[in-house]
């Protein structure tokens, strides 16, 4: 995978950091070790795994893909960095990203974009561009990435990969560096829903160091996945949200997912249809709530404690907003000052109280939902790949892309995208959704589907 990493990654720029001589020695441990019979016993020690540069790692930078964490090294490893760790897999680098995940093309990483390996012209997706784009350019079998409102699922689909959002409370938290706390989830990725599963059994389950941790086993999911695999699905009831899909989809993803709900039927799936009326305001509650907790998270970011430090006159406050304004790029920037003003006194209830409001009915909607389907399906994704420099400067078309990944986040249930086919040459993603700590039908569906 070095070698492999050394050849595309010029053109992919998937990673920030390739841990070259130190992945190499930590991998021939393991080896070692498993040649001994004492290695951990996890399915997947020695395969290597390419992680999200938003979580901690005592052996490598952690930049989240901005200047003003450049060249800091953290002083203690994310859970989920220790539990790959401690299950032998290997990490060959850190992966590129959208600054702070935020963003759904890798464009706004402080570091330059990642390029997706189906066509080199086009974004893989973000904010996880590069995690997804290291697994379709065969730099890595595994990867991790964060998924806030789509950044998971939204580059798996646009690259043809396996993206999956866990339940949130369901992954660790503790040293991902947060965007938005009560939406942020890490989840696996993967070329196959057996390997996500596997990977997810690795990262997934308890941990006391994050107060919004799960306190329950993880779902069986990599025997769900063994069981879908024989392609029987038998009396699964999958429900086809009529807001989802139609107008506002590209015809060739549209004609994919119609073909995708076809296949399901044949497999054996009942399909009934459901409604989720308030998912239409999803993403403008998701605009409200997000830029709120950001402009809270990244004032830590105050040239005292971390990276970036830039010495511009006297006062604290002169050194911090001269490092702000230096560190941070124009699209956190925007955030921090729309979640600022929505949370202003006088303002707080008219929008961010507003917001809350819609997330609860949101979580209603899917609530009445999966009480009439074991699964929700969906396209990932409005559209396919689209080309580099596209949506740069428009926000909102920037926006529309995590349009059906979003209601999850806001629910805190899970999703997973998984490949169905192309459209123009380009792949396509079906969304298939379960509720909280369901997610073992979801890769059930999934390995059935693959
Ligand atoms: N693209 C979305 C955003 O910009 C989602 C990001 C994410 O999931 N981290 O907020």
């Not at 074991?374 to 909102?396: C, M």
């Not at 979003?406 to 396509?428: C, E, F, K, M, Q």
Request: aromatic share 8%.
């Amino acid at each position: 995978h070095l070698d492999r990493i050394a050849a595309v990654d010029d053109t992919v720029h998937a990673f920030l950091h390739v841990a070259g001589e130190s992945a190499l020695e930590s991998a021939s441990l393991v080896d070692a070790s498993l040649d001994a019979g004492t290695a951990p016993a996890s399915p997947l020690a020695g395969v290597p795994l390419a992680l999200k540069d938003v979580f901690t790692t005592t052996d490598m930078p952690t930049t989240a893909g901005s200047r003003i964490l450049e060249g800091w090294r953290p002083p203690y490893d994310a859970t989920v960095t220790s539990r790959l760790r401690a299950a032998g897999i290997t990490i060959l680098g850190k992966t590129n990203m959208d600054e702070f995940a935020m963003g759904s093309s890798t464009e706004y990483s402080a570091y330059g974009p990642t390029r997706n390996p189906w066509d080199t012209a086009r974004v893989p997706g973000g904010s996880g561009g590069g995690s997804a784009a290291s697994l379709a350019a065969f730099e890595a079998p595994l990867a991790i990435g964060t998924d806030t409102g789509g950044s998971i699922r939204q580059p798996a689909a646009f690259t043809g990969t396996v993206g999956v959002k866990p339940t949130y409370g369901g992954v660790s938290r503790y040293g991902l560096i947060a965007c938005a706390s009560s939406l942020d989830q890490a989840g696996p990725c993967a070329r196959t829903v057996l390997d996500a599963a596997l990977l997810h059994e690795v990262i997934g389950g308890y941990d006391p160091m994050d107060s919004t941790s799960i306190d329950a086993p993880v779902p069986s999911v990599v025997e769900a996945a063994r069981s879908g695999a024989t392609g029987d699905l038998t009396g699964v009831r999958v429900g086809v949200v009529r807001e989802m899909g139609g107008e506002g989809y590209q015809p060739g993803v549209q004609a994919s997912y119609e073909a995708a709900l076809r296949r399901l039927e044949k497999l054996g799936a009942e399909l009934v249809e459901v409604s989720c009326p308030h998912f239409q305001y999803g993403m403008a509650a998701y605009y409200l709530i997000l830029p709120s907790e950001v402009s809270s998270n990244l004032a830590r970011f105050d040239a005292m404690r971390y990276g970036l430090r830039v010495d511009s006159g006297a006062g604290a406050e002169e050194v911090m907003a001269a490092t702000r304004e230096a560190g941070f790029g124009p699209e956190v920037k925007r955030r921090i000052i729309l979640g600022t003003y929505a949370l202003s006194a006088g303002y707080y209830d008219a929008y961010y109280g507003q917001a809350q409001k819609v997330r609860t009915l949101i979580a209603r909607d899917f609530a009445a939902a999966y009480a009439k389907a074991d699964v929700l399906v969906s396209p990932t994704t409005p559209t396919t790949a689209f080309p580099i420099g596209e949506k740069v400067d428009d926000p909102l078309a920037m926006y529309l892309n995590d349009l059906a990944t979003i209601p999850t986040n806001l629910a805190g249930t899970a999703g997973i995208s998984v490949p169905t086919g192309l459209a123009d040459g380009l792949p396509v993603g079906l969304q298939v959704m379960a509720p909280a700590l369901g997610e073992a039908a979801m890769y059930r569906v999934a390995a059935a589907y693959e």
